[in-house]
Every structure is written in structure tokens, then in C-alpha cells.
């Protein structure tokens, strides 16, 4: 029995009690048609509200499809469904949405926000995490094979201690390092990092799996919510005897393979780089002789007292004085004559696109390995590793007894799948409740619990606390499948109402907390981009592989990297087709988001993300209208559909509409389309642009 420790009597922390399993409240009303309409229309009664009206079938087609797929259906798709007359038409389309590849991709990149996922560190360094991707690959694979979320939590904890010689359990430990990570390349306080790591391993659990702001009690007791400042570090410490390496999955061959390959990748670049240094030495000698001459005595003397005979004191003046006499980059190109600096731009362009060629490294896995020993882990006076107070080991949060989990080793190998085994029982009360309310959120727009990550005190409770209990029964009892679950809702009335505002019922309630009309939603970033490539015709559907690097502005380049070489700092992916990838796959980098994506609220991936924001200002309606990527792609629509319809002006309304909304234009549409097309100086991308820049394209319907 789960047991909780109330820290105010007045106070119910109904996230920690068991799970109900309450049967939906009895109705005879037709608008029921699974178990979840029962409890919503139940509480909606209960307001004096009703439903709204069920929303239009084409349009409905475009919802169901973005939401399981994040792509709108093709016009082929459209017509199977809106010329199916059976009376299961729509579930028939349901399970055709639910088997699709690219139903996984969709829940890729939610999932991905909630874990902070990226392809870099973040930080000054942003260095690139090689074999990242590859745990996003998992991700889309488990969503598309309905992996149980139990044993997706476990192989994302601890695949590698519970599933020996499964690649993929491995490969799914990626999660504990998903985070930002702050490395950099000068003096750095070891045990400051350590703890740093330690700390992104820990949030991500309480955040991602309990839906606890457990980081909260890192410096002090919970204020809230029933977590104490030792439960925070005895969390941390399941994560002790662990560390974040790159792990080698590469066959003996393999790895021959890869360094012949790369010894004459290299052979082809040294010649090259000697050159530019022969053009460069004679100025970066100068400037380093003249900022010697420069430096202050003590410092100079320093410096030239050899290594074996410094003390501290004069270690530390040489490695400064280093620093002081080095030659910029920008210094040395400064001074190089016009005609040795042009000779040296075609030799770096001459590097760089060899360099585009290098070798891929062989197979590996950015994932968790274990310490031969766990490190002591203490709890931190203020948070702060230069107060270590009581030492603690391992153990689960102490306002939940330990139930069928056992007690957690002492040992570094184990620590993690104890931790792994207890979020996965069946009767404990957060991690199916947290995942549940995720799916609901996800396909309604709204959480049963407005944050997802915070079932504690300040998340704001539950507004349908038995549905939240049903669902989360359910989603046991089904074998932790996440499909049973999208099923169930997506087949519902609740989720099929329009989302058009009744002034009457939004005074009533007007954060539809209560679910009488659709919540209307913008598409997210990523989607936007997707829907565009996919109405010009462009989108790669392949699924899966490295990340892609696609161009950027030049004003962004420049505004970037002004403190670094300026040149092939963003050296895109040589093979143009891939940049016509879903956005998913292209490079996740902290540091530098892509104008288009950012002017759409996507996420920046240093903290877990569990709803994104939905701004609305200027940069948004500039980027659809001006930028490079819309232009382009609004050409790329115009020649599609003079492919389709030569110079028909209604047949080209016809297809762009259908493309891009998957509806037919109404006959005031159709008349103004044509007229505007008919306007001198109008060009068909013109009109493409114009779909494009739709408020119902950007919108979900």
C-alpha cells in the first residue's frame, strides 16, 4: 500500500494515493461513444455546459491526421476517407493513422521537449554529441511499435544493466544524458561537474517519469510538496555509480574500416593545411613577438623560466602570459597581403569541401555506463558541493513506501534498475498517471493536470481527477500501450467537437476546462515547415538516420559566429535532398535555432518542455511571407500545380486548396482565387504564398 506523509493536515496530496479504477458514470446520451465522453460530459452537466457541435468531416480528416501523423492527408488520402460511406469510416482512418510510420515521429517530438533532447551540449562549447541521434531513433521506433511504457521507462533507465546485449535498451540510457551538459575546454572544478551531471540525471527523472519538481528540494526540504532535501540527494544517488560516455556498438572490421578511411581523409587535408600554415606562420610570428615584448616583466620572466623550475605562483603568470602573446585568428588575417589572402581563401574552401567528406565514425551509442564503484553521495548544504552534510545512498522518495521494489544495492551496477523497477510497478501511483495525462494533453490541447510535469501543489490539481484515474487504469490494464490510449481518445465525441467559441458557454468557462468545444491550436514549428515541404511536393518521408544540416541566413551566420573563423562554421549536409527532410531530423543544436523554428516557439532544449508556449507577433507572419525557405518552396508549389493543371486557373485553386487544406474552396474561394490570378503582374506563386500564409493552414482545424 502506498502510504503518504502529509506535511499539512489541510493539504491532500492525491497525486501519492493509489489509482482508482472508477466505471464511467452511467448516461444514456448518444454522444457517448467511448468511456472518456461519459466523464467529461458528466462533469460538463454538472457546469450547466454541453458540448459543442461535432466538427466537419473533411476538416475533422485534417485534425486526426496532423495530430497522429503532424502532416496533413494527401489529396488521395482525403478522397479514401471522404468516400468511405461505411458507418466506421473514421475508425478504419484511426487505425490506418496509428499504424503510419510517421505516428512515431509525431510522438518523437513531443517526447523530445519533455526530455531536453539535442544534438549538442549547450553552453559556451556546444559541442556535437556524435551518436545522439541515434536515441531520437529510438524514440520514433518505440512510439511506431507501440513499445510498452514500461518497458520504455525501464530500457530508458536502465537498458543496459536489465537487458544485456539489447543495442537499443543501450542505446535508450541516451535519456539520462539528453540534458544540457557543461563542458568546457579551460580549468573546471571536477566535482562541480560531476554534481552538474548528476543533477540533470536526477531532474530529468522527477520531471519526465513522477511529474515532481523534485529539483526543487536540491538546496532545502520541498515548500510545497511532501519532498525532502534528503530525498532529493538519495535520488541522485541511484545515478552515482553512473556516467555518460560515448559507447562503442562497432564490429573489429568496423572500427579497421573507419581509420584506414580516415588516415586517407586526412592524407588529402594535410597538405592543404600546410600550405595555409606556411602562408600564416611568418604574421603569427610577428604578433607573438611584439605582445612578448609587451608583456610585464614578472609575467616575461615567468615565461621563460623553464617548466621544471616554476613554483605555483610562476605557473600560473606563465600559463596567463601564454594566453596574453597568442594570435588571434582574425590578427593573423589582418595582416596576410590581399593576394596570399585570396590564395589562402581558395585553399580553406578547398579544406572544407574535402571535409564535407570525412569518413562517418563507426557505430556508438551516447548512453550510460557504470563506475567500477559508486561515489559517495552526500546531501548539500544550500545545493553547494563544497558543503557536504549526511551522506545517503539510494532510496525512493520517502512520501511512497518502497512497495515490490526491494531494497536498492550498494553496488554501482543495479542502483539504476532498482530505481527502473519501482517507477514501473503497476500500483505506483505517478508514473502511469503522468503519462496519461501527457497523451491527454497531447491529442486535447489541455492537460487533466495543466503542467504536466507538475503533479505537486503548484501544478494546479487535476480538473477530472476520476478520468485522470480511469485513463491511467486503462493504460495499465492494456499493457502500457500508448496507442490503446490515442485510440480511445481520438475516437471520442469529446475530441471530435468543433473548436468554434460560444460567447455564452466561454463566460462560463473560459479556459475550457471542461472540454465543451475543441481547444483551436497552432501547428508547431516543425509542422509548419513539414506542411509547406509537403504541399510543394518536396518533403523526403524517409524515417530515421543523422541529423541534417540545413543552411542558414547569412545575416544569422554572421550575427553567430563573429567571434570565430568566418568561414564553414555551418557546413550544410552535401546532399541537397536531405535538407528537404522532416524537421525532426534536422540538427538540434542549443545554441543555434533556426530563425523560422524559433519565430515559432521551439523550444530551446536546456529545460524540459512539457507544453510549448503559442506566441503570436510580427517575425511569424515575416517568416511565412519573406523568408528564403517560403519563397522558395511557395515556387516549388506554383510549378507543381502548373504540372497538374497546365494553365487551368480553377483546377490550380482546386489542387492548392486540396494540398495544402485538404478541402475543396468554397464557391466565394473560388471566385476570388480566380479574379486574383487574373490580376496583372500576378504570379501563380503568388497564390501559393497566399495558402501558405492561411490562418487555418497554420492552424489545426
Not at 107 to 119: G, H, P, Q
Not at 443 to 468: I, K, Q, T, Y
Request: proline share 7%; net charge negative.
Amino acid at each position: 500500500m502506498w502510504t503518504v506523509l502529509l506535511f499539512a493536515a489541510s493539504v491532500s496530496y492525491w497525486a501519492f494515493e493509489p489509482v482508482a479504477a472508477p466505471p464511467p458514470p452511467e448516461s444514456a446520451s448518444e454522444w457517448i461513444r467511448t468511456p472518456v465522453d461519459a466523464f467529461v460530459l458528466d462533469a460538463l452537466e454538472a457546469q450547466g455546459l454541453e458540448p459543442s457541435r461535432e466538427l466537419e468531416r473533411e476538416r475533422l480528416l485534417r485534425r486526426v491526421y496532423l495530430d497522429l501523423t503532424g502532416l496533413g492527408p494527401t489529396p488521395a488520402e482525403a478522397r479514401l476517407f471522404l468516400d468511405d460511406t461505411s458507418p466506421r469510416a473514421y475508425e478504419a482512418l484511426v487505425e490506418r493513422l496509428l499504424a503510419s510510420p510517421h505516428y512515431g515521429e509525431r510522438w518523437a517530438l513531443k517526447w523530445l521537449d519533455v526530455v531536453r533532447y539535442s544534438d549538442t551540449d549547450g553552453f559556451e562549447r556546444d559541442h556535437f554529441r556524435t551518436d545522439a541521434w541515434r536515441y531520437r531513433d529510438y524514440v520514433v521506433r518505440s512510439f511506431n511499435s507501440d513499445k510498452p511504457y514500461d518497458r520504455f521507462v525501464r530500457e530508458q533507465i536502465a537498458g543496459d544493466e536489465l537487458y544485456p546485449g539489447d543495442t537499443q535498451a543501450l542505446i535508450a540510457t541516451g535519456f539520462n544524458g539528453a540534458g544540457p551538459r557543461h563542458v568546457v575546454s579551460g580549468n573546471q572544478d571536477p566535482e562541480e561537474a560531476r554534481q552538474e551531471v548528476l543533477t540533470e540525471m536526477t531532474i530529468g527523472v522527477g520531471q519526465v517519469f513522477l511529474g515532481l519538481t523534485v529539483h526543487c528540494a536540491r538546496c532545502h526540504d520541498h515548500k510545497f510538496d511532501p519532498i525532502l532535501q534528503k530525498d532529493y540527494y538519495q535520488l541522485q544517488a541511484f545515478f552515482s555509480g553512473s556516467e555518460i560516455a560515448e559507447r562503442n556498438l562497432a564490429q573489429v572490421e568496423e572500427l579497421t574500416t573507419y581509420e584506414a578511411a580516415l588516415a586517407e581523409h586526412e592524407g588529402w587535408l594535410e597538405p592543404i593545411r600546410a600550405e595555409i600554415k606556411a602562408i600564416e606562420e611568418p604574421y603569427r610570428r610577428q604578433i607573438v613577438a611584439e605582445k612578448r615584448a609587451q608583456l610585464e616583466p614578472e609575467f616575461l620572466a615567468a615565461l621563460e623560466l623553464p617548466k621544471k623550475l616554476r613554483n605555483d605562483d610562476q605557473a600560473r603568470m606563465a600559463e596567463e602570459a601564454e594566453d596574453q602573446i597568442k594570435a588571434a585568428w582574425y590578427e593573423v588575417v589582418a595582416r596576410i597581403p590581399r593576394d596570399e589572402k585570396e590564395r589562402r581563401a581558395g585553399l580553406r574552401a578547398r579544406m572544407h569541401a574535402i571535409d564535407l567528406e570525412r569518413p562517418h565514425p563507426p557505430k556508438g551509442a551516447y548512453a550510460v555506463a557504470n563506475l567500477e564503484e559508486p561515489e559517495p553521495t552526500h546531501v548539500l548544504k544550500i545545493g553547494d558541493h563544497r558543503h557536504p552534510q549526511e551522506q545517503v545512498g539510494p532510496d525512493f522518495l520517502s512520501a511512497l513506501d518502497d512497495y515490490g521494489a526491494g531494497a536498492p544495492p550498494k553496488t554501482a551496477a543495479g542502483r539504476r534498475s532498482a530505481l527502473a523497477r519501482w517507477l514501473t510497478e503497476k500500483e505506483h501511483p505517478l508514473t502511469a498517471r503522468v503519462m496519461a495525462n501527457r497523451i491527454w494533453e497531447f491529442r486535447m490541447g489541455r492537460g487533466l493536470v495543466p503542467d504536466p510535469n507538475n503533479f505537486g501543489l503548484l501544478g494546479g490539481g487535476a480538473s477530472h481527477p476520476e478520468l485522470l484515474d480511469y485513463l491511467a487504469a486503462h493504460f495499465v490494464e492494456s499493457g502500457w500501450s500508448v496507442k490503446a490510449l490515442d485510440r480511445m481518445i481520438v475516437l471520442s465525441s469529446a475530441y471530435r467537437q468543433a473548436a468554434t467559441i460560444d460567447p455564452s458557454k466561454a463566460e462560463e468557462d473560459p479556459d475550457n476546462k471542461f472540454y465543451w468545444r475543441a481547444n483551436q491550436r497552432r501547428l508547431e514549428a516543425e509542422m509548419i515547415r513539414d506542411n509547406v515541404l509537403a504541399a510543394s511536393g518536396r518533403l523526403v518521408r524517409e524515417v530515421g538516420g543523422r541529423p541534417v544540416r540545413v543552411p542558414i541566413e547569412q545575416e544569422v551566420y554572421d550575427l553567430i559566429f563573429t567571434e570565430a573563423e568566418p568561414d564553414n562554421l555551418w557546413p550544410v549536409t552535401p546532399d541537397l535532398s536531405q535538407h528537404r527532410r522532416r524537421s525532426l531530423y534536422l540538427l538540434n543544436r542549443r545554441t543555434v535555432r533556426l530563425p523560422m523554428l524559433a519565430n515559432f516557439d521551439q523550444p530551446d532544449t536546456m529545460t524540459s518542455c512539457a507544453v510549448r508556449t503559442s506566441s503570436i507577433h510580427a517575425l511569424q507572419a515575416l517568416s511565412l511571407l519573406n523568408s528564403d525557405f517560403v519563397q522558395a518552396e511557395a515556387n516549388s508549389f506554383a510549378e507543381r500545380l502548373k504540372g497538374d493543371c497546365g494553365p487551368d486557373r480553377e483546377c490550380a485553386v482546386k489542387r492548392g486548396y486540396e494540398l495544402t487544406l485538404a478541402r475543396a474552396p468554397d464557391n466565394e474561394e473560388m471566385e476570388s482565387a480566380v479574379e486574383f490570378l487574373g490580376a496583372p503582374d500576378t504570379e501563380l506563386a503568388d497564390f501559393c504564398l497566399a495558402l501558405l500564409n492561411r490562418n487555418e493552414f497554420v492552424y489545426r482545424p
